[in-house]
């Protein structure tokens, strides 16, 4: 593996699904959704405006209705007209809008379906930490409710089944922690948060591959459900590689 390289250097993601008012895309990880005003760097953003360069140029315009963390992969939906950017949004503000995620996390549950409801706030609020956007379970925290469905167990690692029903900041990672189970890779959430500042200071090392297996948290957006024009559409995404490769490909 080539540790030098940058976090990503090419908008990679493949179209699902589109249509005149919408289009649903696969993203790669680590790609950045937008644009953030602090980097200088290819972002999922800028690879639609190339694709859609036609539609904007008449008219159009490029919505991200749902946004994926960074080192997330997996399906996102774009609105393609201002129509259709405020018939998703109220869809989503509704929670009409139906996600589900792969995981692979460390250990064997002993449950096959388990649901947390732990509400959960930022935790600088009530603990000290070094990482700001770190989040944590608590009871003056937001309500919120993930439910985990397991797919496989392979040895110390297996395959999650995810559906947030709400949109908190790294639900599911923090859920899947609390539940005793962190995903794999999770600089933040998967044990020692000294990971995340150690990425942040020296990028990706041999050290960094051997704790934590995988350069990003392994979690993928895999099946989308939104109401549309009168219809329901729901969009799939299959494991991605690096995922698979953990589980040893069997899945």
């Given at each position: 593996?080539?540790?030098?390289?940058?976090?990503?250097?090419?908008?990679?993601?493949?179209?699902?699904?589109?249509?005149?008012?919408?289009?649903?895309?696969?993203?790669?990880?680590?790609?950045?959704?937008?644009?953030?005003?602090?980097?200088?760097?290819?972002?999922?953003?800028?690879?639609?405006?190339?694709?859609?360069?036609?539609?904007?140029?008449?008219?159009?315009?490029?919505?991200?209705?749902?946004?994926?963390?960074?080192?997330?992969?997996?399906?996102?939906?774009?609105?393609?007209?201002?129509?259709?950017?405020?018939?998703?949004?109220?869809?989503?503000?509704?929670?009409?809008?139906?996600?589900?995620?792969?995981?692979?996390?460390?250990?064997?549950?002993?449950?096959?379906?388990?649901?947390?409801?732990?509400?959960?706030?930022?935790?600088?609020?009530?603990?000290?930490?070094?990482?700001?956007?770190?989040?944590?379970?608590?009871?003056?925290?937001?309500?919120?409710?993930?439910?985990?469905?397991?797919?496989?167990?392979?040895?110390?690692?297996?395959l999650l089944r995810c559906r947030p029903y709400t949109g908190r900041m790294h639900q599911i990672r923090v859920h899947a922690a609390y539940m005793g189970h962190p995903l794999v890779g999770d600089k933040i959430y998967g044990g020692d948060e000294n990971c995340y500042l150690e990425f942040?200071?020296?990028?990706?090392?041999?050290?960094?591959?051997?704790?934590?297996?995988?350069?990003?948290?392994?979690?993928?957006?895999?099946?989308?459900?939104?109401?549309?024009?009168?219809?329901?559409?729901?969009?799939?995404?299959?494991?991605?590689?690096?995922?698979?490769?953990?589980?040893?490909?069997?899945?």
């Amino acid at each position: 593996m080539n540790y030098d390289m940058p976090i990503a250097v090419v908008p990679e993601f493949s179209v699902l699904y589109e249509d005149a008012g919408v289009l649903v895309v696969d993203k790669s990880a680590p790609l950045l959704t937008h644009p953030t005003g602090e980097k200088n760097e290819p972002t999922l953003w800028h690879g639609l405006h190339e694709l859609l360069s036609y539609e904007v140029a008449t008219g159009g315009q490029v919505s991200l209705i749902n946004r994926l963390d960074r080192e997330t992969s997996g399906i996102t939906l774009v609105a393609k007209t201002a129509e259709a950017a405020r018939e998703l949004g109220k869809a989503m503000q509704a929670r009409l809008l139906h996600k589900e995620y792969y995981a692979v996390v460390r250990g064997a549950p002993l449950w096959h379906t388990a649901c947390c409801a732990e509400p959960i706030l930022r935790m600088e609020d009530v603990a000290e930490t070094r990482v700001h956007v770190r989040q944590c379970c608590h009871p003056d925290g937001k309500d919120c409710r993930t439910e985990f469905e397991v797919l496989r167990r392979c040895g110390a690692l297996s395959l999650l089944r995810c559906r947030p029903y709400t949109g908190r900041m790294h639900q599911i990672r923090v859920h899947a922690a609390y539940m005793g189970h962190p995903l794999v890779g999770d600089k933040i959430y998967g044990g020692d948060e000294n990971c995340y500042l150690e990425f942040m200071e020296t990028g990706w090392t041999p050290d960094l591959q051997q704790r934590l297996l995988l350069p990003r948290q392994a979690l993928h957006a895999y099946r989308l459900t939104f109401p549309w024009q009168g219809r329901e559409i729901t969009v799939e995404s299959s494991l991605p590689q690096d995922m698979a490769q953990l589980l040893g490909n069997n899945i």
